[in-house]
């Protein structure tokens, strides 16, 4: 069973950065990424990294990039710049080579304005 270890969510003002990271336990995998939700809100895309390139989300571009470490299996995401609107749960996920995308816990980011 894949593991996702997430890290670094905080509280922080507006303007401001934090950087995110997710440990996987597998090593062979297709996509690594982020989802965020907002309270009162749909699940939705951030980023991925992987076997289907690197994107990120249209309306994100610029203050949100992805990245990975050399190991490939920790993924980050660095925000920069953030608003009181970034303030979400963040998702970390997996997609193995085989079966279904595995979650993260998930980590509160806060932004003050």
């Known amino acids: 069973q894949v593991q996702l270890v997430e890290s670094g969510g905080g509280f922080v003002q507006a303007g401001g950065s934090l950087r995110l990271s997710c440990a996987a336990s597998e090593t062979e995998f297709n996509d690594m990424g982020w989802f965020r939700q907002a309270i009162g809100k749909q699940r939705e895309f951030v980023a991925v990294?992987?076997?289907?390139?690197?994107n990120t989300a249209g309306t994100l571009k610029g203050r949100f990039t992805i990245s990975r470490d050399n190991s490939k299996t920790t993924v980050y995401l660095n925000m920069t710049s953030l608003k009181p609107e970034d303030t979400a749960v963040y998702y970390c996920?997996?997609?193995?080579?085989?079966?279904?995308?595995?979650w993260g816990q998930g980590t509160l980011v806060t932004v003050s304005s």
């Open positions: 996920y997996l997609d193995p080579l085989v079966g279904s995308r595995a």
């Open positions: 990294m992987g076997r289907s390139g690197t």
